[in-house]
């Protein structure tokens, strides 16, 4: 197929009319389904392999960077990854059809609302095959048709992954279009995708990068979950226990220092700067971290160099982390509202007021207390996979798992009632 | 204060920072904030109808539609019903830190997922007085800050029951600006809106016609919660009772013709197309319905005329009904998914499993069993008052109350987990 022969807009189609086909199949049998894809990407583990390794040679010739290699890079561990989440996957407990409320208004109707599929769904992702397993899965276990399209880096790969995909739908007599995946890595697809594909496409989730979601959240003209800056604050309150906060903050901070819920702003109480902070300090420096404060973090430590103002509103998914005194719990909360991407928050402290203070005050996808920021993960949280964490605040907030993928309908039964 | 002197801007940074101070508020104390406005209410009534009196005069010299007048008109009766529909909304349960999941996770944290306000709200609707209160106070209720933005056409009206809403709050101790009223007639203030002031606010909700909608739509850069077409079907099973076909579909038909749940198209099944469609063309005639069929009904009932394409596709919103005649249930379903704007749809019928089958494949905000779809309202399906009813599919479907309008947060503690 010649990039320009797709078309798109018959994908569209294709989807809405297999999500119609979706939405009726029980749950066992897209269970199913999942698990014979299971079986087919274990059992064509080599030629799933010698597609990446086309991928990757084609990729490297590009001069990429080696984070954009490694997240295209597949073996043996990581297809052992993929099955295990397609697995775990199947196993989670069904969320279609699930009875939300039951009401009983004096009308004498009987209504409930219950849980149903969203419908189509289009994702666009940047060269990580593994996701074209896991977003195709996740949808596909809410009940919603899903269009691929993943960066064109990963294209062999993931056509081999979403062939296993497939051929799992129609072993099991699924509609075989209820994932589909672009195969064309002509950029105007993805335009077509953010229009909506003739109203077929119910909602856009762009997994990646900035300036991907930047591009989705301007152009898109459907509804859009996306993921913007993960701004994360660890806050040592004057009640924080010494260890847990240094534990704690050397694991937010420095677990893996590129992902979302990496803390990237550190907060301490005056009272507690002489005795927790040089401990902290220490620790993190020895594990790599470079360290930016405030003029009395500095005034302290004379090693740690100045922030600048752009340094509290900064997400460096690198090991950085920038530190700032605060007298009160109050200031604390202040820099929060003024500087957090309301992703994940965290206060350290054994004083169970503040605990309780922080955690309704922050506005913030997650609120934890004792507790790393690296916490924020649909699997860590207990959703089970996710398709990603949303930043906004409507639909789905946080870790989104197969529920966020799914409306509500109103079932309504009476026995003639008429309205007065 | 002169129309260009408003600063917008201004009233989004002010409805941000009072909903921060309302989302750590009590239920209790919004609850008798909005009493304290019934009370106002009451005492002002003369000063509220020599407002709207004002608003009549000028609104009459433009020589407007007689449903427009309706809307905007003001007397005793309506004020009783807004108060009335004021305590009821401070008498629904509190929705705001409800806890809507509890998950444990097996790294130990304990986690829930507990309801929280959207943030700042804004809403945009036509010339109806009553609007004013009712949208303040279920945004009010449910923890937001909103600023409200009414017809030109009710100004005087709108001004004056605003500020009874204020001095609720004031006399409570929340933030007057909880509850904000734009007051310049300038539409560039509306574009203002539409670009979400800076990023102070989170949703917009447009109430009114298509027009209004539309124009929102097109140029929201923040997420809209809106409600487009009622195109609603009635389906007469052939195991339909004759009385109760005929009843319900008056009903749905004729009860109020204006209103999104009223039934556009009736769906007929050819087995009871001698039985029961004569007594209810009958009926809906001397109701004063015109009828539009399809060759079907025309062959059976040579005085009704003969419907178009566009018939099928209209929201008539006037006593006009499209028939059409179907072979079997899943020809109904097939008509249903082709022409419904997915918001309400019914079934009359004795059979339970045709019943369970249409409930489950149509996919509207609302699929009824034996009732008419003019119950299509918050209210009658037991949320209390409603903000509206949305046809997205997305955060919130169908009637919306306090609870749409909120979203949640993850509440996480922990005794020091770092993330292996």
Chains 1, 2 share one sequence.
């Not at 993943?150 to 790969?157: A, L, P, R, V």
């Not at 990646?208 to 859009?224: H, M, T």
């Amino acid at each position: 197929m010649t990039e320009l022969s797709i078309d798109m807009p018959l994908m569209g189609t294709r989807a809405k009319a297999a999500a119609s086909l979706l939405s009726l199949s029980d749950a066992e049998t897209r269970n199913k389904a999942l698990v014979e894809a299971v079986h087919l990407i274990e059992a064509r583990t080599d030629d799933i392999l010698d597609a990446n390794a086309i991928d990757l040679k084609k990729a490297t010739e590009k001069a990429p960077s080696s984070a954009m290699l490694d997240r295209l890079a597949l073996n043996q561990t990581r297809l052992n990854a993929i099955a295990h989440s397609l697995r775990q996957i199947a196993a989670m407990p069904e969320v279609v059809g699930e009875i939300i409320t039951t009401l009983k208004p004096a009308n004498g109707l009987t209504i409930e609302r219950v849980r149903v599929p969203i419908g189509v769904i289009g994702i666009i992702y940047e060269s990580r095959p593994n996701v074209t397993a896991d977003a195709g899965a996740l949808c596909l276990k809410a009940g919603n048709a899903v269009i691929l399209r993943g960066g064109s880096e990963s294209y062999h790969s993931s056509v081999a992954l979403h062939g296993c995909l497939v051929e799992g739908l129609r072993a099991k007599g699924l509609p075989t279009h209820a994932i589909q995946y672009v195969t064309t890595t002509d950029r105007a697809a993805v335009g077509q995708m953010l229009e909506g594909l003739n109203g077929t496409i119910d909602l856009i989730i762009p997994r990646g990068g900035k300036s991907l979601v930047a591009r989705v959240e301007e152009e898109a003209r459907v509804p859009v979950l996306s993921h913007l800056d993960g701004i994360c604050h660890t806050y040592i309150d004057e009640g924080a226990d010494l260890e847990m906060a240094r534990d704690i903050t050397l694991n937010a901070k420095m677990r893996r220092t590129g992902v979302c819920g990496a803390t990237e702003t550190l907060l301490i109480h005056r009272s507690v700067l002489q005795t927790h902070l040089p401990p902290i300090v220490k620790a993190l420096r020895e594990a790599g971290c470079t360290l930016r404060g405030d003029r009395d973090i500095c005034a302290q430590l004379p090693e740690i160099a100045e922030a600048v103002e752009d340094d509290w509103s900064t997400e460096y998914l690198d090991a950085v982390l920038s530190i700032a005194c605060v007298d009160h719990l109050d200031d604390a909360l202040a820099h929060i509202a003024m500087h957090s991407s309301h992703h994940t928050e965290c206060i350290i402290t054994e004083d169970l007021n503040a605990a309780e203070k922080f955690l309704n005050a922050v506005d913030s996808a997650i609120v934890m207390h004792n507790a790393s920021t690296q916490f924020a993960d649909g699997g860590e949280v207990g959703l089970g996979a996710e398709i990603g964490i949303a930043t906004g605040r409507l639909h789905a907030r946080g870790p989104v798992g197969a529920e966020g993928l799914t409306t509500y309908k109103y079932r309504v039964r009476g026995n003639g009632q008429s309205r007065p």
